[in-house]
């Protein structure tokens, strides 16, 4: 007997194993605002592998936006999304569980060319751990995470779509994002509700 298959999403299955990965250090560090600056190895290895994820959904992002451009680094990843996808830096995370929202690419507004403060960080820890190890915050990782879920969020509204060059609307990318994101949300109007009988 033979086993049926559909393609693999990868990026979202990786986005929601780090995405359960976080909330096991939620039994250990409670997540509140007192606790943002709590660092450790486990927070450090969250923010490391959600930023490279980071890098490597913007980069695909945009060799799909735009594919006769370059795109090497976080600078050209600023340029070339918010010109495509301006709604990056408006778009909030949410974490209902513990009363959280945050944007954690804020920084990248119209009128700033500054990156986020958890990207800086992350370099920071990546290459100077030494020294800037007490940067491997809770609030870098959280931010990191919300980063990727947008950027996975908005890859696979691409990916999904039927036509090449189009985009799905919200609510019918995440309807094929199983399984369900259960810490980190996107907006209420990105999902279906459910129906009460």
């Keep these: 007997m033979g086993i049926q298959t559909t393609e693999s999403k990868i990026h979202w299955n990786y986005f929601i194993a780090l995405e359960q990965d976080l909330e096991t250090v939620s039994r250990y560090i409670e997540f509140s605002k007192h606790n943002f600056s ?11 592998a959600a930023a490279s ?7 695909l992002l945009c060799k799909r ?3 006769t451009i370059g795109c ?15 709604e990056i830096p408006t778009t909030e995370v949410f974490i209902g ?3 959280f929202s945050f944007k954690p690419w ?35 990782a959280l931010n990191a995470l919300g980063a ?4 996975v969020y908005c890859h696979y ?8 060059g189009e985009r799905l609307r919200p609510k019918e990318t995440m309807r094929y994002l199983e399984p369900d994101s259960t810490l980190l949300r996107l907006p209420d109007d990105y999902y279906h509700g459910h129906l009460l009988i």
Excluded: C
């Design 148 to 151: 990727l879920l947008i950027l």
């Design 106 to 140: 804020e920084n990248w507004n119209q009128t700033s060319n500054r990156n986020p403060i958890w990207w800086n960080d992350y370099n920071k820890v990546k290459h100077q751990r030494d020294a800037y190890f007490s940067r491997a915050t809770l609030k870098n």
């Design 72 to 86: 090497d680094n976080i600078n050209d990843y600023r340029r070339v999304l918010l010109e495509e996808l301006p």
């Design 157 to 164: 509204s691409y990916e999904l779509a039927t036509n090449e």
């Design 38 to 48: 709590v660092y450790s190895i486990e927070l450090a290895r969250l923010l490391f």
């Design 53 to 59: 994820e980071v890098d490597v959904m913007a980069k």
């Design 97 to 99: 569980r513990y009363g």
């Design 65 to 67: 936006l735009q594919p």
